[in-house]
Every structure is written in structure tokens, then in C-alpha cells.
């Protein structure tokens, strides 16, 4: 007496359906972020993903009435040598990379792979990326995150509105975000007023802003200002011309 035997079901159906489906959520995602980098190429942000983490982050160690302190100013309102400073200071490659400083990068890991002391290659655009869109971190998915935001933003944005962002959306203190909060709140005037020796020293707190008191700088701090001045001087006042010409995009 034979006995029938139920096929195993093959997977292939299933397999494909999902693959498409991926396929399209992948898409759509595609889409909504090409949408979301070009409108706000345009639109001024009230708030961003970094700062949002940062309030949580105060909330949860802290006053839970805390509130950062942002203004955004346009890119007319700043003054020429604070755009300057933070390009001396963070990306002297910015007004021709493509958002990635290549070089900067294989020195990093040349140098990571022998020091504990781990160096950063970080662009301003992406900076920007993760200022508007991200989390601090690093982990490979955070940073293929940003990479994929840098290529939108560099590919989408004029240079003159990459800096811009950048400038408005930078942590400046402890919950102090934006040039136009960092001199209202840190100089007691408005970005345009900033002198020189100023704006390097809000360019010198940048990579640690929590650690870094502008109002009592520390030694450390105020040789990093000293050296942003003496980049500043040899860029020279024109070095960002180029980017302030060309709106086309």
C-alpha cells in the first residue's frame, strides 16, 4: 500500500515577493529622502535630529525644563570671518570636495590603525548630514547613513547653503546651537558683529563644545584659536568667493 506524501512547499514565491517588496521600500525610502534633502535646501529647519537627541539628553541628566538655545541667522547675517574660521578650523577642502575629504580619510586610518587615540575625517558636509538628519555615534551604519546624506547633499545643495546649515545647526555650547545663539549668548552680540579673534575661538569649540568654555578658555583652547587665526590669515579673506558665486545649483 503506497502512501502519498505532501510536497514540500517551495520557497521561491515567497522569496521573490519579498524581494520586491524590499526592492520597493528601498524605492520609496530613495524618494522620500531625495524629497525631504531638496525641501530642505530651501526651508530653514526649526529644529534637528541632533539637537532633538541632545534635549533628551540634557532631560534625562538634568532640569527637565531645559531648552536649547537657536536662532537662525541667513548666510548675509554672519559675518565673512566667522564663515571663514569654521572652514580653516573643520574642512579647509570644502569649496571644492564633493563632500568627502579622501585624503583626510586614508590619513585617519593610518593613523587609527596604530594610535588609541582615535582622528576623525569628517567633512562640513558631513557634519551637516549628521547635524540634520542622524545621531552622534559611530558605528558602520550611522556612518553609511551619512555618507549616503553627504552624497544627496552635495549633489543637491550650492556650497553657500551647505556652510550655511551648517553655521545654523553646529553645537556651539551646552545647549547652545546655531552662530546666531553662540554670539547673542556667548559675546552678547549678532553674528555679523563677530570680530576675528571671536569667531576662531566658537571654531575651536566645535569639536568638543561640552568640554569647551569660550567665556574662560583654557590653555588648549586658546592655542587652537591661535592656530585657526594663523589658517584664516594664509586661506585669506577671498578663499570662499567661489562658493558665494555659484548658486546655480
Known sequence: MSRNHNPTPCPTGFVRRLGWRLLAILWWSFLATLVGVGFRGVVNPSTTAFMQQRLLYLHAHGDAHTRLDYQWVDYGSIAPCMRLAVVASEDQTFPYNDGFDWLAIQEA??????SRYIRGASTITQQTAKNLYLWAGRSYFRKALEAYFTVLLDTEWPKQRILVMYLNT???DSSVFGVGAAARHLFDKSPAQLAPDEAALLAAALPAPDRSDVVVPSDYLLRRQGWILDQM????????????????R
Open 109 to 114: 586610518l593610518q593613523h587609527n590603525r596604530v
Open 170 to 172: 553646529a553645537q556651539f
Open 233 to 248: 590669515q594664509q586661506l585669506g579673506s577671498g578663499y570662499l568667493n567661489g562658493i558665494e558665486a555659484d548658486t546655480r
